[in-house]
């Protein structure tokens, strides 16, 4: 197999796990709502996705690099929106 071979695999799978984390995106902002959403998973998530972040970087793998910097952004988001949204969730049943 070419090493271009091997790239185009590695974006394609890089693709398509990036990808997999869009509907989450959507659907914890649409709602405003991330309350089944594991902040332990994410946090995790968040971390190791920067390691492979840092790796890519290291070994200068474009199709990881790019791959990593967009999921990252979409973890991120689902992390702020957990922390943001369970925050103003739990300030609003203390209200009631």
Known sequence: MTSETIEIIGLIAGALTTLAYVPQVVKVWRSHSARDISLGMFLLMNIGI????????????????????????????????KLKFDQSGTAAASNR
């Open 50 to 81: 920067a390691l492979w972040l840092v790796y890519g970087l290291l070994i200068g793998s474009p199709g990881l690099i790019a791959a990593n910097v967009v999921t990252l952004c979409l973890t991120a988001a689902v992390l702020v929106a």
